[in-house]
């Protein structure tokens, strides 16, 4: 019975690890991504939303990260 829960718990830790690597993979990809493609845009573009080139990094953080 230990050795069954002992295993249990070891299958949950993995599992909660697997999750938890899953959900940084998906956050690291949407920052990168939001952030190529505001790079992409003009400086006009960028003017056009309120924002400048400077805002970039943080506004794709904020994005991803909820930062």
């Known amino acids: 019975m230990q ?4 295993t249990n718990g070891r299958a949950d830790r993995r599992a909660g690890l697997i999750s938890r690597l899953a959900d940084a993979w998906k956050r690291w990809r949407l920052f990168h991504r939001t952030r190529r493609e505001l790079h992409q845009l003009t400086d006009r573009e960028l003017d056009e939303m309120g924002l400048s080139r400077s805002m970039i990094s943080r506004l794709a953080a904020e994005t991803a990260y909820g930062r």
């Open 3 to 6: 050795e069954t829960r002992r």
